[in-house]
């Protein structure tokens, strides 16, 4: 911790666009020491991963860097020559790159992709070169025979190690990582930042880490940067941001991460204090099984995706159905709406078993009375109609509003999940809404009919962190003035914890673990349930790298 | 390396299944028609055959009074022999035989030209999509879409015309010159290669817009992928970028549609061919039309759909070699 590595001085890239530029990254200054961690965080937009190419000189067009200076290690790297740059990067710089998953050409074999680099800068080939490849896969450990595997025969977890492996080819004094776990289930991502901490412990690394979860810096970083809008709003030590912070926007940030330990924070998320639950469940599975037969003539190849799991939910009450990606969770959300079709088993709604039919043979009523928000509120709304046209579809659908009450009712709806004022939003289009906002309407749609149950699956994972909890908060309030039934499916465990009043726990499509929330987190009686609370509590990284 | 067998052997097999029906399709459709060839035969020759020369030709042709069943194991059978039975224009020819020096021609015009035009086009995708918004890639994909806009058939008229008919560049007509031996030898080979240029050129020059096109469109949203800007990261080479990483993916489309132009090429010249009347199978086909000769109309449907099957059988082999992610 002395002197400098990294030098950024009032850094600011415009976007070109028809009009005027638009400012993505704005005067931005830090510097980075040797040997530290460093933290950029901020939401989708902010800007962060702006800054991370610019650094490397990776920006695509339109992007245009208009002030500034990127220093790493007393060289200007924004005027060096193109000769220059190419010689600088990896050499000294290295990246993980966002979506890291992707970062893999689909085509060449692991070894081809470790030794381009090990070519291109060191003129290591032969044997050598594989030396320096088995090397570098012990270190992140995975087995020397994944050299020759392809990137589609690799877990996501081992893709991410296998980037790093690659961004530690030539051990360039600085890292840096792009989101580099985004896309990985909790338990995989800890372990992998396990993996990092105990490297840079090592070797020795300097690292600048950009990522949208603060939560997960105040692990392990000594010093933080904020960004809200291409703009540094705090920059501070890990301690005094996790203090609270001065900005208020810190201060937000800081509030919105809920814990899946110790006891419940107050004022995040209101609960009833007594349940009005009916006696006989509203919705009752029983011994539901899905088997996804791969397509082709020959193929034998099954994947059992939920395999005999049975519940009940209660009208007024939130379950939430936690699971990792391949436990199963969404096949559930699917069959119990009857978009898709159990192998085996039954769905009973309000006590009525439905014929187990095709999809497109399912009762109207059985559609209106089981709603569905999807999780990419980008994809579930179609681009070229209004709010008020995906609004009133399902209204006309069912019968139940004509022309002269549908615009007050739609009104009514936005302002109820919190889009004031309706009459505004109900003319917009979705690209005119952000992320969070799109998600409210696509709440609203499903609360149109006045469901007897929503379905909720991950409805709040592609958006930014500031705003889960407010998303989240709009299924809590519908529930105690209407006495709505929710069934919150996610990864999260800790958000699971807040909003749902009992927990379901999935894994490889079985139930593990049942319980009310407060009991599973406090008492958890299975392993993998340990393990999952474990990954999503403050304090998790000492326990992994001691 | 065993899964890759398996996995190209039961293609194979499926392949063989789809061969089979058409097969089985191709023996029905003819005895659903009216009349059958050995009636237009002995009509054509106006009465100077002897009736008992149709029920020997009857029997030539495989139509007996047997029960359908036997009819159709007996047609299987000859057809494994490589026998299509015998042409009514080309009589008493065996259509194995026509179609057999029709399609020399046409695998050597039409696929030769395919060929180019694909490695050209490829090439020329890649080098447009590598350096977009360069020189090269604001003339050429629209210039090329406004030549493929063209009728093909007066295109090739055209061509024809000006350099066949006026300046006398090029032959108009056949496969090599009339007074030169077929064999293996020099003038022979120097002539057929100077009597396909014209047709060859055309068929390029139409067909290679839609491989730049492709190749520069994939390619470019390719280009846009993060392990590309990984690679940029990593301080690559520019020119193993653009070949391992951005090539190497965005071929693999271009190449799925490839396999399907090579089969369809055996039909598809039919144009050319009878512009430039080259003896390929498309003017064989054309023949056989014009003179109701069902027999060779039947020979080369078969041909063709085998020829479809079996490069598509070919491209799902190389694409097993070029992409991974098919092997298992």
Known sequence: ?546 | MNSSVLYIARRFGFYLIAAFAALTLNFIIPRLMPGDPASIIFARFKGKLKPEAIDAMRESFGLTNDPIFFQYISYLKSILKGDLGTSIAYFPAPVSEIIGGGLVWTIFLAGTSMIIAFLIGTTLGIIIAWNRTGKLDTILPPTLAFFGAFPYFWLAMVFLYLFGFSLNWFPIGRAYGNEISPGYNLPFFISTLYHAFLPALTLVFVSLGGWMLSMRNTMISTLGSDYITFAHAKGISSRSIMLRYAARNAILPNLTGFGMALGFMLSGALLTEMIFSYPGQGFLLLQAVQTQDYPLMQGIFMTITLAVLGANWLVDIAILFFDPRTRK
């Open chain 1, 1 to 546: 911790m002395n002197k400098p590595v990294i030098k950024i001085e009032n850094l600011t890239v415009d976007y070109i666009t028809e009009e005027n530029p638009i400012k993505a990254v704005h005067d931005v200054t830090f510097e980075i020491f040797s040997g530290e961690i460093f933290g950029l965080v901020g939401e989708s937009g902010s800007g962060k991963s702006t800054v991370v190419q610019a650094m490397m000189r990776i920006l695509p067009p339109p992007a245009l860097i208009s002030n500034g200076k990127v220093i790493i290690n007393d060289k200007d790297i924004l005027t060096s020559s193109d000769s220059d740059i190419v010689g600088f990067r990896w050499k000294q710089i290295s990246i993980v790159m966002q979506s890291a998953l992707n970062a893999l050409n689909p085509v060449l074999s692991v070894r081809e992709q470790i030794q381009d680099v090990l070519k291109t800068h060191k003129n290591l080939i032969g044997i050598d070169a594989d030396k320096r490849a088995k090397e570098l896969l012990s270190l992140v450990e995975i087995d020397h025979d994944r050299l020759d595997s392809f990137p589609h025969q690799l877990s996501g977890g081992m893709k991410q190690r296998i980037v790093i492996a690659i961004a530690l080819a030539i051990m360039p004094p600085i890292i840096i990582m792009d989101e580099p776990t985004t896309a990985l289930d909790v338990i995989v991502e800890r372990e992998i930042i396990a993996k990092v901490i105990d490297l840079r412990k090592k070797l020795g690394l300097t690292i600048l880490f950009i990522t949208h979860d603060l939560n997960l810096l105040l692990e392990f970083a000594d010093r933080l940067a904020i960004m809200k809008n291409g703009k540094i709003v705090e920059l501070d030590t890990v301690e005094n941001i996790y203090a609270g912070g001065k900005h208020h926007y810190t201060k937000k940030l800081i509030g919105s991460i809920p814990s899946a330990s110790g006891k419940r924070q107050k004022g995040l998320l209101s609960k009833p204090n007594s349940l009005n639950l009916s006696k006989s469940p509203i919705l009752e599975v029983r011994n539901l099984k899905k088997v996804f037969q791969s397509p082709g003539f020959f193929n034998k190849n099954k994947l059992v995706a939920v395999n005999d799991i049975s519940f009940k939910v209660h009208k007024g009450e939130i379950v939430g159905i936690v699971g990792e990606s391949g436990s199963g969770k969404s096949t559930v959300a699917k069959l119990v709406t009857r978009l898709i079709r159990p192998s085996e088993g039954f769905i009973y709604l309000n006590g009525e078993n439905k014929k187990v039919a095709e999809s497109r043979d399912v009762p109207l009523q059985y559609r209106k009375d089981v709603q569905m928000v999807f999780q990419d509120p980008f994809g579930s709304l179609n681009s070229i109609h209004t709010v008020y046209h995906h609004l009133s579809r399902p209204l006309f659908r069912h019968r139940l509003k004509n022309k002269e009450e549908m615009l007050s009712y739609i009104i009514d709806l936005l302002e109820k999940v919190g889009l004031t004022p309706g009459e505004k939003f109900a003319e917009k289009f979705p690209h005119e809404m952000s992320g969070g906002e799109r998600q409210r309407v696509a709440i609203a749609r499903a609360l149109s009919l006045e469901p007897k149950i929503v379905v909720a699956d991950e409805p709040t994972s592609m958006l930014d962190v500031s705003i889960r909890m407010e998303v989240l908060e709009i299924f809590a309030k519908m529930r105690i003035k209407s006495n709505l039934t929710v069934l919150f499916i996610t990864h999260d465990l800790a958000s699971a914890r807040y909003l749902a009043d009992r927990i379901i726990v999935l894994k490889d499509g079985s139930i593990i673990e049942e319980n009310d929330s407060e009991k599973l987190i406090q008492n958890p009686k299975e392993n993998y349930t340990k393990q999952l609370i474990r990954a999503a509590s403050p304090g998790w990284l000492s326990e992994l790298t001691n």
